[in-house]
């Protein structure tokens, strides 16, 4: 089994930044990616950035350029840096970690709300 926790969630205005962390336990070594992801009300749960093992990233057209997802390894904490945040980037954003086999994990989310 996995567990992940995140955290860093909160309200911020428009233009602020957040950064959001997800700590990892459990049995890790079959874990080969591993991601953010978010929910807006109403809408599907979509990703907006991962890393794999090797450090390599990918991230949703809507976030490139004001978001960057990053590891520490010897933390077992994935990291999502946000900046220049919109109204638009309010939701719940959940950590999700991909298993060699397919298997997922999933954290219990976090709020975060963009508003003035």
């Known amino acids: 089994q996995v567990q992940l926790v995140e955290s860093g969630g909160g309200l911020v205005q428009p233009g602020g930044s957040l950064r959001l962390s997800c700590a990892a336990s459990?049995?890790?070594?079959?874990?080969?990616?591993m991601g953010w992801y978010r929910q807006a009300p109403g809408k599907q749960r979509d990703l907006v950035a991962s890393?794999?093992?090797?450090?390599?990233?990918n991230y949703a057209d809507s976030v490139k350029g004001r978001f960057t997802i990053s590891r520490d390894n010897p933390s077992n904490t994935v990291f999502l840096q946000m900046n220049s945040l919109k109204p638009e980037d309010t939701a719940v954003y959940y950590c999700?970690?991909?298993?060699?086999?397919?298997?997922?994990?999933w954290g219990q989310g976090t709020q975060v709300t963009v508003s003035s």
């Open positions: 999700q970690a991909a298993a060699v086999g397919g298997r997922e994990y």
């Open positions: 459990g049995f890790l070594f079959s874990i080969n990616l």
């Open positions: 890393i794999s093992g090797g450090g390599s990233t």
